[in-house]
């Protein structure tokens, strides 16, 4: 597995899975890219994208984490949490936060997995009044 600096034409070349094939958008690329502090990609051997992280400052101190996983995800999980684990830390923030959505049940093990820590009770409506999510964060 590779990891090289988010590009916008990455969002190009992921096949995203589960619930991110409906929420990506070739716009989305550009805006993270643009929004973010820092932001990684991961490549597989075959130089497939796998999935794309970053963080985005919304104050001083504290920054929104950010994530994509594409279809061959899967199997480089374990190296994929590993180095994110590692990587929250160095991005100099205070407090990281983090949303999953309510029934997601990979999105809130991998939080936990992350170090993260679930602060709502209950779910919290989105801005759509669709998807319901979870507040989850993590304090360096």
């Not at 094939?21 to 597989?44: P, V």
């Not at 794309?52 to 995800?73: D, P, Q």
Request: charged share 20%; glycine share 8%.
């Amino acid at each position: 597995l590779s990891i090289v600096p988010f590009d916008p034409i990455h969002f190009e070349f992921c096949n995203f899975a589960g619930p991110f094939a409906d929420l990506a958008s070739r716009e989305d690329g550009a805006m993270l890219a643009k929004a973010s502090k820092e932001a990684i990609t991961f490549l597989d051997a075959d130089m497939n994208v796998v999935a794309i992280v970053g963080a985005i400052e919304t104050h001083k101190g504290c920054a929104y984490l950010w994530a994509f996983f594409g279809a061959g995800a899967c199997r480089h999980l374990l190296q994929i949490t590993r180095h994110v684990r590692a990587w929250v830390p160095l991005l100099g923030m205070i407090r990281t936060e983090c949303t999953v959505l309510k029934n997601f049940k990979p999105g809130h093990r991998w939080m936990r997995l992350l170090g993260f820590k679930r602060e709502t009770t209950r779910p919290m409506k989105r801005w759509d009044g669709v998807n319901d999510f979870h507040l989850y964060a993590r304090v360096n």
